[in-house]
């Protein structure tokens, strides 16, 4: 089986002269990419780094995103991706958690790494991508180092929460990546040489999985700073091809696309995931783009699990509703739905999904605790709550851990409730999901003040875009006197007051 380095760097050699990178006006062939991703590997070798080493990165999709993603394959360093618009504890959790000894950061995200050294003291160098980057990258050589390199290296540390709030990595070895990168192009269809992938999304999150089928395949990777819908929908048009998208990025595009001249005809898949999609915004997309969107559905641990391709997604099935699933098992997956005892339910029981994959994590980094309660005989527990039907279509219905997820971003009740509990006008506070008509749910704080307390909901938002950053605060903030609503056993009763937000809704999980 092939290394994700030997992967790029064959395609690098058979596609030498075809264009493989577009940013911007810049287009760069394969071999003018492969050189640059080279570069950049003797120069992170040049640091002191090691083969297996980690190294953070903090960046929009570029040029010099592809950069990193070539070169540290190249020299066998491991890839550690941070997530802009954070706050400098959560890039530090991350860094510190995996023991980067570098990180490369675009310079107009420097802010957010300010004071990263005190935070993670393992962390010996700063690479600051700026206007000398390019003189800086062209001053060492393009020659392979040609580290060796194991099947069963770590090749990339991605991070996600879980019910603390607190970011965990995952860690995929070359062959789970490999294997990963196989099953996000099973079901779609083929590849070949000259098509072209464009990412609106980050290549840091979910639309980073096809940059290598697309690599490998001799297809290109339009790289996007930013997601502007008109002129995804003028790319997409004029390139076809490929795009993964979550339901906010499909509803922008539907909201513009009366405004101009769209012809879809040269585009072979849109991918949704992310979040669920309501059933007005797929038929509406379905009409715009045609029978070229499927739905997905897996997690950072593993994925894809499940697919829907648009004949399964639109048809009718006598005992299902497609329209409402997140599609079906994949070939290579399995799925069961189990009982609070982990033993599996019949069909069309509701209970919690686990999962296993080729391409899963091995572990959750330096947690071996964690480890042992989320993998269990091969599986993951993912703390889904949902149900199969008897023709193996897969509904969400509930998450098991109370995550928010908001437009495709992640965020964690506790993370918010501990700020805001912070405050000493707070008796108590309690962060739960609310459907949200673009970004598909959000969070709402309901928050109980002391009586001499006078915090307003605008110093409740204040305090968590401080604290987390502008994308994790709620938006919508309730002040109430009365204590909060508990089970019989004394915990808050946090279904009970997320239930009036979700009245009259299909589902208890966002939609878009």
């Given amino acids: 089986m092939l290394d994700v380095r030997e992967a790029m760097r064959r395609s690098a050699r058979w596609n030498a002269n075809r264009i493989a990178l577009i940013a911007g006006e810049r287009r760069l062939t394969f071999e003018q990419s492969w050189r640059r991703g080279l570069r950049l590997a003797n120069a992170l070798l040049q640091l002191g780094l090691r083969p297996g080493d980690r190294v953070a990165v903090l960046e929009d999709n570029s ?10 394959a190249a020299a066998n360093l491991v890839r550690v991706p941070l997530y802009k618009h954070s706050a400098p504890e959560a890039h530090a959790r991350m860094v510190q958690n995996t023991d980067c000894r570098a ?39 393009e020659t392979d180092p040609d580290p060796p390199v194991s099947i069963d290296d770590i090749y990339i540390i991605r991070h996600s929460g879980g019910t603390s709030g607190i970011p965990k990595g995952m860690s995929f070895t070359h062959r789970a990546w490999m294997n990963t990168a196989r099953d996000w192009t099973y079901r ?16 840091s999150h979910g639309s980073g999985y096809l940059f290598l089928p697309m690599w490998s395949s001799g297809g290109y990777n339009i790289l996007e700073p930013k997601f ?32 101009m001249t769209f012809k879809p005809g040269k585009i072979k898949a849109l991918v949704i995931a992310g979040a669920p999609i309501r059933p007005q915004t797929a038929l509406a997309a379905r009409g715009l783009l045609g029978d070229v969107i499927h739905q997905f559905y897996g997690q950072t641990e593993a994925t894809p699990v499940v697919w829907m391709t648009p004949r399964e997604w639109f048809q009718k099935v006598p005992g299902s509703e497609p329209l409402l699933s997140v599609g079906r098992p994949m070939p290579f997956a399995r799925l069961e739905v189990r009982d609070e005892n982990n033993d599996t339910v019949p069909e069309n029981t509701v209970g919690e999904l686990a999962v296993q994959t080729d391409g899963q994590i091995n572990q959750i980094w330096n947690e071996p605790r964690l480890t042992a309660e989320r993998l269990i005989d091969g599986w993951i527990l993912t703390g889904d709550i949902g149900r199969i039907d008897e023709n193996g279509y897969v509904y969400l219905v509930d998450r098991k851990d109370d995550l928010i997820i908001s437009g495709g971003l992640n965020i964690w009740p506790a993370e918010l409730e501990l700020a805001i509990s912070d405050h000493a006008d707070v008796r108590e506070v309690a962060v739960v999901s609310a459907p949200h008509p673009r970004w598909g749910e959000t969070p709402v704080a309901i928050v109980v003040l002391y009586d001499h307390g006078r915090l307003t909901e605008a110093d409740v938002i204040a305090i968590c875009a401080k604290r987390l950053g502008d994308l994790k605060r709620p938006s919508r903030v309730i002040i109430r006197s009365e204590v909060l609503p508990r089970t019989p056993v004394g915990k808050l009763n946090r279904k009970l007051l997320r239930e009036p937000f979700w009245s009259g809704e299909v589902r208890r999980v966002g939609a878009t």
């Fill in 228 to 259: 502007e819908p008109r002129r995804a929908l003028d790319l997409l048009a004029e390139h076809g091809g490929y795009c993964f998208a979550v339901p906010t990025i499909v509803s922008d595009m539907l909201a513009v696309s009366g405004e």
């Fill in 103 to 141: 990180l490369v950061v675009s310079e107009r995200y420097l802010h957010e790494v300010s004071g990263l050294r005190a935070l993670a003291p393992a962390l010996e160098h700063l690479v600051v991508r700026g206007p000398d980057y390019e003189g800086w990258l062209q001053a060492f050589p």
């Fill in 63 to 72: 040029l010099e995103a592809a950069d990193f993603f070539l070169g540290t």
């Fill in 188 to 203: 779609l269809p083929p590849i070949e040489q000259g098509d072209a992938c464009l990412h609106v999304a980050p290549i």
